[in-house]
Each structure stands twice: as structure tokens, then as C-alpha cells.
């Protein structure tokens, strides 16, 4: 009996049963919903998405701070009261980003500029401020400024403490993951749906100016990142589920159906055309065969899996292989061997390499505290015109640049050094929260920050964090790895 019980807790079938606590589940659930509707709402660029997000977070952070009474069925130990608020006021990016919050509210409360228009167009006319305080631009709310920031930024805030608080299982955390990768390998199947019948329109009705969407996301750049994210975390779903049935001695195993949902998410990153995007994506999974093929050859070598992973893995690349052809994915790897081939040359390489010189100038003109949250559409033509180059198309029409392709020089603009402290300091919390937790150590937890770090990567040539999808999915992925790794090291 005591060597069944043992043989039970090494397969991890001992914590099996245990309902979650409803008020987690229901955090769960609006979570998922939250993420899952971003991308499937144009990317959540358009205000309405924005508002709803904003609206679930609330009710999401709501429910988190909520304390809740455990006793039978959801708990072995007794019963007993857990309080979430202690926990919420020891979380450093709760103080962090209500800092940064705060910093931009000052800057939209101060403004230095105001947008003026005519019927010959608009300009910024100067208006009297505190000059020692920071300070942003009035514009209008339809278009971006401090507060539509606050809107998008606040949305992600609130959902990140509402999961660092709320989520006490690993269960929770595999639920919304899966639930981002389910939702993601779905739209990715609309997306290559709309490319095999060429649809004009978004889901085949919805008009949009832009002719380079992909799927529900109206930037292709922005869908190769969206993409490729997701696939980072079915790549990760798979291995995990592997090395879990392979140490319960399963017969069946849900990770060949990660396995497909990550060549799905793959296919599509290369039917967007993104360059950047698939030359990130094929980087990574360079080096994750690369790391595989390692594992299958001296991890697994006693364990008789040899076979079938590399079985699973060729069977991958043969559908990879096919679906690329029948899809007409090669014209993707000609964009990029023609850009690789003439970068000096390339003109979205040297056009966005001049916006990122003139937003530098931008930046250095008030490099301490920037010139406000949403204000670089409004205030970069006074730099653009020192550069005639991205001054006019090629058509001879006006170019007007809402973004930088540059998140971090465009950040630097917007908000300054003192602004970007808080953000940095962040990143720096949860690096060092998963060196702590040995993430480095944990291949599957590598997998799904492989993701994370890709579109870091991306931010230096195009504006990834400008896409409340991508903006949000990031920065709840880093609660739910950091989650997913403290789970695996007990």
C-alpha cells in the first residue's frame, strides 16, 4: 500500500481530484476570455476593444482581491481563509506600474503642446506648463494620447496583478495557457483560410483600409509577433505534456496535438509576409531542433521514446513541408532572402532605419522626462522634416509616421529616462524572479519565454507593443511562466 502511494506521488497523480476554488476558476475564465478576445477584436487597436478589455480586467482584479474560504471539496488540509490583499501590496510591479500610471497621468495633466487644426490641416501650438514637472500634449482622445495610454496600459496592469494574486495552481495556469493556444491555432486556421480564398475583408465582411492583414490582426508584422508568441507556448505545452506522459508511462499523450497547433501557428507566421517575424521564428526553432535533437539522443536514450519523437518531429516537418507548398509560403522566404541580400538597399530597411535616427533626435530634445505618453504621431513631423527621405512616398504623396518601428527609441521619446525606470525596473523583477526559481534550467519554461524574448527582439525594428493583443498576452504570459516554473520546481 505505502509503495502504491509512493509510485502515485511520483507520477503526480496524488494531487489529481482537487476541484478549483470557484472564485479562481471564475478568474480563469475572465482571464482567457480577456486574452482571447484581444486578437479576435482587430488586434484591440480600435477604442471599443480597448474599453472591454479595460472592463474584464476590473472584473478580473475584482475577483482576485476577493478573500476566499477554502474547506472541502477544494482543500486537504481543513478549512482555512486565504487573503489575497497582503499578497497584492508585496507585489513590486503593483507598485511599479501604478507609479508608471501615475507618471503618465502627470504627463497628460501637464500638458506642454496643444493639437490645433484648420481646413488646411493641424499643427502643435505651444501652451504655458510646469517646466520642472513632466509634461505631455492635448490631443484628441480618438486618436492616441495620455489617456487612450492609460486605457490600454491599465488594462494589462490590472490583469497582471489580478494573476499574481488569483492563481494558486498549476491547473490555472495550464488552463489559460492552453486556452491562449487553442484560440490562437484557431484564428491562425481563419487566417489560412482567408489567404486560400483571398478574402478582401477581415472574417470575409469586416472593411479595413489595410490590405496586409492577417486574420483579425490588420498589421502583418504584428500578427507574424502574435503568432509566433503563441506557437512559443504550444512548443512549450508539448514538451511538457511529453516529458509527463513519458514519466506516468502513458500510452496516449496529448502532446502530438501541441505539436500540430505549433505547426499551424508556424504556417501561419510565414503566410504573413512579416520578414522580421519569420526570421525570428526560424532562429528559434533553429535552435530548438538544434536542443531537441540533443535531448532525443542523450536525454531519452534509456527511456525507448527515441523512436516516436522522432517519428512525431518528421511527421511535423512533412506537414510543415507540405501545407508550405500547397500555401505558396515560398514567396515569404524570397522577401527575406532579398532583404537579407540588399539591406543597404531595402526601402522599409532604410526608411525605418531614418525614423529611428529622427525619433533619436526626437528623444534627445527632452531626454529626462520625454515628450508625453501617445505624443510622437503628433510631435514627429517637427523631426521628420529634417529628413527628406521619409518625407514623401514614392508616389509623391505626404508620409505621415504614427510609429517609430522603434518601441524602444519611440519609449524613450514619449516618456524619458525617469518614465522608463519603471518599466525597466519591471523586467528586471521578473528576470530575477526566474533566476531565482532556476528557470534557466527547465527546458519547457525556456520554450515558453523563448516567445517573450522573440518579441522583445522584434521591438528594435518594428512597434510590437503598440498592439494592445501583443502587449497584454505578453505581459500575462510573464505571471503565468513565472507561475508555471515555481509549480515545476516543487
Request: glycine residues 8%; aromatic residues 14%.
Amino acid at each position: 500500500m505505502a509503495g502504491q502511494q509512493v509510485l502515485r506521488a511520483f507520477r503526480g497523480e496524488s494531487r489529481t481530484g482537487l476541484p478549483m476554488h470557484p472564485q479562481e476558476l471564475i478568474l480563469v475564465v475572465l482571464a482567457s476570455i480577456q486574452l482571447c478576445f484581444l486578437p479576435w477584436a482587430i488586434g484591440g487597436v480600435v477604442l471599443w476593444a480597448q474599453l472591454i478589455s479595460l472592463g474584464i480586467s476590473m472584473a478580473a482584479f475584482a475577483m482576485a482581491v476577493q478573500r476566499r474560504v477554502y474547506q472541502e471539496p477544494y482543500s486537504r488540509d481543513g478549512n482555512y481563509l486565504l487573503l489575497t490583499l497582503p499578497k497584492l501590496w508585496r507585489f513590486p510591479i503593483f507598485w511599479l506600474g501604478l507609479l508608471f500610471l501615475g507618471y503618465i497621468a502627470l504627463q497628460g495633466l501637464n500638458p506642454s503642446h496643444v493639437r490645433m487644426s484648420d481646413d488646411r490641416g493641424w499643427w502643435m501650438d505651444p501652451v504655458v506648463h510646469i517646466t520642472w514637472l513632466p509634461s505631455g500634449m492635448q490631443t484628441p482622445f480618438e486618436y492616441l494620447n495620455a489617456w487612450r495610454v492609460l486605457i490600454i496600459f491599465g488594462s494589462a496592469w490590472l490583469l497582471v496583478c489580478a494573476l499574481w494574486i488569483g492563481i494558486t495552481r498549476r491547473t490555472a495556469v495550464m488552463g489559460i495557457i492552453t486556452a491562449l493556444v487553442i484560440n490562437g491555432t484557431v484564428l491562425a486556421l481563419v487566417g489560412i483560410l482567408q489567404k486560400v480564398t483571398n478574402a478582401r475583408e477581415i472574417l470575409w465582411f469586416v472593411k479595413v483600409r489595410w490590405s496586409y492583414f492577417v486574420a483579425t490582426i490588420v498589421y502583418k508584422n504584428h500578427a507574424g509577433a502574435y503568432f509566433y508568441l503563441i506557437m512559443a507556448l504550444a512548443a512549450a505545452l508539448l514538451l511538457w505534456h511529453a516529458q509527463r506522459g513519458s514519466r506516468r508511462l502513458a500510452r496516449t499523450s496529448p502532446a502530438p496535438v501541441y505539436g500540430f497547433c505549433a505547426a499551424i501557428l508556424g504556417l501561419i507566421v510565414l503566410l504573413s509576409f512579416s520578414k522580421g517575424a519569420i526570421l525570428l521564428m526560424v532562429g528559434y526553432l533553429t535552435i530548438c531542433l538544434g536542443a531537441y535533437i540533443a535531448w532525443l539522443i542523450f536525454g531519452e536514450r534509456n527511456t525507448g521514446n527515441n523512436g516516436t519523437g522522432m517519428l512525431l518531429a518528421g511527421l511535423l516537418a512533412v506537414f510543415i513541408a507540405v501545407g508550405g507548398v500547397f500555401l505558396g509560403v515560398g514567396e515569404s522566404f524570397v522577401r527575406v532572402k532579398a532583404m537579407l541580400e540588399n539591406g543597404q538597399t531595402d526601402s522599409s530597411v532604410t526608411s525605418r532605419q531614418t525614423v529611428t535616427e529622427a525619433t533619436w533626435d526626437m528623444a534627445k530634445d527632452k531626454v529626462w522626462t520625454g515628450w508625453g505618453a501617445g505624443s510622437f504621431q503628433h510631435y514627429f513631423p517637427v523631426y521628420q522634416k529634417n529628413y527628406p527621405d521619409i518625407t514623401t512616398s514614392y508616389v509623391n504623396k505626404p508620409l505621415f509616421w504614427r510609429y517609430a518601428h522603434n518601441d524602444y527609441v519611440q519609449s524613450l521619446a514619449e516618456y524619458g529616462i525617469i518614465g522608463l525606470l519603471f518599466p525597466v525596473a519591471m523586467l528586471g523583477w521578473w528576470l530575477k524572479r526566474l533566476i531565482g526559481l532556476e528557470a534557466y534550467r527547465r527546458p519547457v519554461i525556456l520554450l515558453a519565454l523563448g516567445g517573450l524574448f522573440l518579441i522583445m527582439v522584434h521591438c528594435w525594428i518594428d512597434f510590437q507593443m503598440q498592439n494592445p493583443a501583443i502587449l497584454t498576452t505578453w505581459c500575462a504570459c510573464w505571471v503565468l511562466i513565472t507561475r508555471w516554473a515555481e509549480t515545476e520546481r516543487s
